[in-house]
């Protein structure tokens, strides 16, 4: 621990990396891989990894917990013909188990048990598809954005307040992914992360189940640059202050301990920011206080039972309940018992989001597992359901080091408000999931955005710029900021600049 020594003086250091999820390690590699070995990776936790968070779970025939991921659970696949080093590249290169989550493996039930509305499926599929071109004209053309509640309902996909059934399949369409309802989300920015992810990636993505958890594939990364019991690697160390300037760093700690460096890269999650929970001095600029508050941090919370049998269908991944009240309400529960999955383990567990996933939070388990095991029994009236073996679900919002699950952009921001997310302030800079324009949510935009901060520090450091002979990708020097915001981003504005390292208008995927 980088405790000041007796005359009162840090560690030194010259970049000082706050955080060590994703994007922390990334940053740290991109740095060696430019000859940069002087820095230090700052975490509050015993372990590398962030939000790529496991526990253990209930148990096998063998009385041994499973590993069930609490936070990250969907690796992408990657398109064969590219060579980007995410996606099934990880999966590929360290062995990480996964199966194909299919989503149209999905059947509905509503109050009285299975009911069959998956036509309703495909009247949403079409609409999003028109909803999605519409949604790219407005970024290429620079146009008013809508909320996405809207760019669906002009697309012929407008499901009632009274109608559940579409409600559920609403939330299953939307909700499950961004964590925020179509109301509350951008239609244009929504829709090009939806896509680029897809289009960049696959639309194949893949549920985690290995047994060593998610984050061994980035403590193994970061073991290619990483000693053992390196003195770089700073765990259980809690970021308290931030001071900062166009000179340098120095980073306090709750143990007392501090770092001195010439720069730092802040990978906090935007809830640790909107929070206050690290205080900065100077204060931070206007422009990056509004950016912070104005970008949204969802709570996305998975409810795990293991009962004593497999009392559902196991051949089904998914089962999508529509409550005849309330929209959200334990909407969707995945089968774990399923070949491919975790056979036999008979774990199902449900997925709550923001208003339902505080109450969650608000509630005991006991509680929680009352109005949760009510639902169960709705959809399988048939069956007896027997109380589970073991219960278990994560409180998001209230872990002092992530405060929500992860990011999103609400309706009416821009390109340019989110580029003040990701701008360094002097010599601070900011990476992490919530700073990719293009996959903000995922960890895959925390991958990309760990290795552009790091590069782009080295770079400045080094007198030189990044892709400098690329027009778009070319980055020199600090990142641009907007110190007026007027609701609008040319296209021009899509570049590297602004973090836009992909093109979201050419379809690449083969599938
Ligand atoms: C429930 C849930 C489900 C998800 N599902 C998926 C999914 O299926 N697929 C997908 O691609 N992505 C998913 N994500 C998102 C993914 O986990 C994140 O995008 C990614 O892990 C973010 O990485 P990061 O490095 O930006 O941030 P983090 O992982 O949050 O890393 C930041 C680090 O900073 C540390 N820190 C915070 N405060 C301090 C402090 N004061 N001092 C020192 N250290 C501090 C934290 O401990 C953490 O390790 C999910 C996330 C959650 C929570």
Redesign the pocket.
Known sequence: VPHPTQQGTCKKTKVAI???????ITAAQALTNASVHDFAI????DTLG???WHKPFGKDKDGKPYVIE?????DWEIQEERKIRSGSWWAQKYGLKTHYSNYDNVSTYNKDGYSDYSHLLDLYEDAYDIASQNAGEILTQNLQDQNAKSGLALAGWNPKSTDMEAQAVDWWSWDFEDAYSPLESSLAFGCAGDNLTSNYFSDHDNFVLDQRGFNMIFKKMASTFLRKNDPRLHLN???TNITYSDDGVTVHNKDGSCVEADYAIV???LG?LQND??KFSPKLPDWKQEAIQKFTMGT?T?IFFQFNETFWPSETQYHLYADPVTRGWYPIWQSLSTTGFLPESNIIFVTVTNEFAYRAERQTDEETKKEAMEVLRKMFPEKHIPEPTAFMYPR?TQEP??YG??SNWPPATSLEMHQNLRANAGRLWFA??ATSPTFF??????YFE?LDAGRQIAAVMQNRCVNANSTKLRECGPRKHYETLHGTSPYSDYTMLNGWAVDSFIDTNTD
């Open positions: 706050l955080g060590g999820g994703v994007a922390g700052l975490e509050y936790r962030g939000r790529a609490m936070g990250a659970n969907w160390t809690q970021v990978t906090f999650s640790v929970a690290v996305y998975k998001w080091w992530a699950s992860y992490g999931e949510g995922f960890l895959h935009g925390a760990g």
